[in-house]
């Protein structure tokens, strides 16, 4: 079976949720040998992923920095040479039309993976960021409308789906991590992880005034981790606009993420509710332990309670209230870090990787 994963960006050029489950999932299916699989995206640093080929598709300057849509001539010819069974793909991007068009025409299968909220909203609900986002809105959408297998990561995507495009999911399947072993933290010194690249959905100011504000905390460090893709926020991490207990880090790997979440006592998410799908750091923090502590982002009301962190409803106030607790408390620390650990082990564990093979392979 020929497997082809359609996206605007391979993990070697640009790492974000989205394209961290899709490196997962192709990582499961390269150990069955029965997969021929390949990769046609936009942006990559590489020819080849272990063995498995990628197609890059080239750049029509100037239109393609600022429109997916001059890419639909490539990807048709690439979809055609490869010949694919299953087109797989899981971004809001007009390829998700142009590869129902594909599949239509030539009786293959397509699989969509909704990966953000914006996914299964209508388009009067989604502000178009350009002419052209407006454009290709309606394309992606026939897309959606089009697919043969569609698969949400959480309860309230697929209510949304089914409201707004009368679609029922195939399955929701939750993103899927690797399970680590649990690390011993520095106890001489307490940290606050955020993590994600610097833009205006991702609201790193929120979490640089959280810094500032806990400035006279004895022993506790700020990280911050991520690329900066808008340019306003170079200055709010450079050395003299940052509080003295924060430190950033830029970008990084996904391992080296990693690493820093076992030292995490606290992950910090401060993004704008309509700007995430299910945030694979979430996942990331509770497999280690570590609580949540999340300023806007609820997804289906799994921070209630407590069991696995604190929802903070938009108020940076309630957030510098709760992280002082959290850091003044090691056992209620603990108590949700475990909570949150047993949650992660039994419902993101890599086994969600067959569930979706299952559907792709049925």
Request: with cysteine; glycine share 6%.
């Amino acid at each position: 079976m020929r497997i082809c994963f359609l996206m605007p960006n391979h993990w070697s050029g640009s790492l974000g949720g989205a394209e961290l489950q899709v490196r997962y999932l192709l990582d499961h299916l390269r150990q069955n040998a029965r997969y021929e699989l390949s990769i046609i995206c936009r942006l990559t640093r590489d020819a080849f992923d272990e063995g498995v080929p990628i197609y890059r598709i080239p750049e029509v300057y100037p239109l393609s920095r600022y429109s997916y849509l001059p890419d639909y001539p490539s990807i048709q010819r690439m979809l055609c040479a490869i010949d694919p069974d299953v087109v797989y793909t899981r971004t809001r991007v007009p390829y998700v039309g142009f590869a129902a068009r594909y599949c239509r025409r030539y009786g293959k299968r397509l699989v969509y993976h909704v990966a953000h909220v914006e996914d299964v909203m209508p388009r009067t609900a989604v502000k178009a960021r350009s002419v052209f986002r407006a454009i290709e809105r309606p394309i992606y959408e026939y897309g959606l409308r089009s697919a043969d297998i569609i698969i949400a990561q959480a309860e309230y995507q697929a209510r949304l789906l089914e409201q707004n495009f009368g679609r029922t999911c195939s399955a929701i399947v939750p993103n899927f991590h690797p399970m680590p072993a649990l690390a011993r933290k520095d106890p001489r010194e307490r940290i606050v992880l955020w993590v994600g690249n610097l833009k205006k959905s991702k609201r790193p100011e929120a979490f640089v005034e959280l810094a500032r504000r806990c400035e006279s905390l004895a022993d506790v460090r700020f990280i911050m981790v991520g690329a900066v893709q808008e340019r306003q926020y170079q200055a709010l991490v450079s050395r003299s606009g940052a509080p003295n207990n924060l430190q950033y880090l830029g970008g990084k790997p996904v391992e080296e993420v990693n690493r820093l979440m076992d030292l995490a006592h606290v992950f910090v998410n401060t993004s704008e509710a309509m700007s995430e799908g299910f945030p694979n750091t979430f996942i990331q923090a509770w497999a280690r332990g570590v609580p949540v502590l999340s300023l806007d982002v609820n997804p289906d009301a799994l921070l209630d309670g407590e069991r696995l962190g604190v929802f903070c409803d938009g108020s940076i106030d309630q957030m510098q209230a709760h992280l002082g607790d959290l850091l003044k408390s090691e056992i209620r620390r603990e108590q949700i870090g475990h909570s949150a650990r047993q949650f992660a082990q039994s419902t993101f564990g890599l086994v969600n990787c067959r569930k979706i093979e299952a559907l792709i392979a049925a």
